[in-house]
Each structure stands twice: as C-alpha cells, then as structure tokens.
C-alpha cells in the first residue's frame, strides 16, 4: 500500500450554485413573513424625537395612522434584495471555502469558516445589502396615506430620484457601517450555524443526514442571535445614514464614526442599540426561516447526487 492509499477521500459537497439557489428561496419566504417587523425596526430607530413608545405601539400606530399595508411598505425591494442578498451570500461563502479546505480531507476549519463568512458578508455589502436598503429606508420612513404626497412613488422611482439628486453613489450611503455590520454577521453565523448542526444534531456536511425543517430552524434562530447584539451600533448608523438626503439641506452625520459620536453625545448610548429588540424579532426567526428552506433543498441535493453516486 502506497501513502496515497492511506489518505482519506475528500469530502464531497453541495456546489455554490445549489446553495445559491437554496439560499434565494428561503430569502423569499423570510421576506414575505417578516417585513413587518423590519419597517418597525426602521421606524424606531429614526424616530428622535420619542413618537414611538415601543414595538406594538409603533406598529398599531403605523397601522392606524396609514393602513396596515404599510407595514409591508418597501416589500419589494426588500424581497428582491434578501433573494439576491443571500445567493450571493451562500454562493460566496462557498466558494471561499473552497479556498480554505483541507487539500486531503476537504474539511473546513472555524478560522476558515469566519473568513469565508467575513468574506461573504462584505461582498453582499457592497453589492446588493447598501443601495437595495437606501430604497427601502427611504420607503419606509414616508408617512401618509396619500401617495401623491409622498417624495418617493415606489423602489424604481426612489432610486432614480436619489441618483438624479445625490447621483450614483448616494445609492451607497451608509457602506462603511454596512460592511463592517454584514462581516461580522455573516462570520459568525456560518461558523455557528455549522458547530449547531454539529452539536445539536451530528449533522455535517455533506454526510447525506438530512435535517428536518423544526432542527434547521433551531440551529438557524441560534446561529442569528449573537450578530445583532454586536452589531446593534452599525446598524443604527447605516439606518441614519441612508435616511438623510442631500435634497434636504447640510447632511447631519458625515460618516460613520461622527454618526456614532453625534448619535452618543445627543442621544445617549443606549440609543445606539435602538431597534435592538425588533432586530432580535426579525433576524433569528429570519435565519430560521431561510435555513428551514434552504437545509432542505441541499439535503435534497445531497441524498440524490451526492450519496447515491
């Protein structure tokens, strides 16, 4: 027996492309169920002047004042942007760690799977997450029923509108936080969400176990608590930053370390945690509902090309 007998075979795996498209399903899904808390989200945290007095008050007011349609104001955008957001991000995870597996076993290492997440979460960022949010926040902090007296008539007018007043890169606003809020998200979800599969369930990759949809979600809800905790200031502050218009006059916030100063010395610094509990509402019941899909949709993959070959 040579030595190349004696090592392992690789690990085989669902290819990014399959988890691409599990991914866009369950961003679909996620959006559909969930736009509701996000406009409460958006509408707390630009609220400065105390309108809100919290989670249910805002959304009964909101849906007093302006219909309950209008918690699904920005939907649009908002699907298309979770659907695009999270093919990319599951593909670009993927093939980042391909970059880091093992050349014999194909295993991926923790530090492997935070940079491959880190890597993932910028490239969403930048490409899709920040001008898809502009319009969407620019959406929903409208209020009123008349949609004459709106600025902005819907996503495509919103962002012709931007561009024509701030151009192009008014539709990036906010990117720095952004980047450095989807990095740190997405690191430590992929690297939780795998180490909960394994702990919870002994499920690993490509070993042809399939999850059932109530273990995804668990192992997802787990895996999407810790990055909104870290992240609550990032969040703020692209919020804030996206929100303003040069349309509008000077810009308050310069970017995003004088929004944190400015924020902390006007507001305090719990308010750079505000929308903290409607986040905690949407993202871990998000990621349980886009891991319930996209699992099984891999696992569909795995048991029929991968196991059976």
Known sequence: MNADDATPPKKATVPPYMKAISGSLGGIVEASCLQPIDVIKTRLQL?????????????????R???VRALWKGLTPFATHLTLKYALRM???????SAFKDAHTGAVSNRGRLLSGFGAGVLEALLIVTPFEVVKIRLQQQRGLSPELLKYKGPVHCAGMIIREEGIFGLWAGAAPTVMRNGTNQAAMFTAKNSFDILLWKK??????ALLPWQSMISGFLAGTAGPVCTGPFDVVKTRLMAQSRSDGELKYK?????IRTIYS???LRALWKGLVPRLMRIPPGQAI???VADQVMGAYERRYINTA
């Open 47 to 63: 609220d400065r002047s105390g309108a809100y007095k919290g989670i249910a008050q805002c959304g009964t007011t909101v849906a």
């Open 65 to 67: 004042t302006e219909g």
């Open 91 to 97: 593909g670009s995870n993927a093939v980042f760690q």
């Open 204 to 209: 690993h990759e490509g070993d042809g176990k």
């Open 255 to 259: 970017g995003m370390f004088h929004a």
């Open 266 to 268: 006007e507001e305090g």
């Open 290 to 292: 886009m891991w319930a």
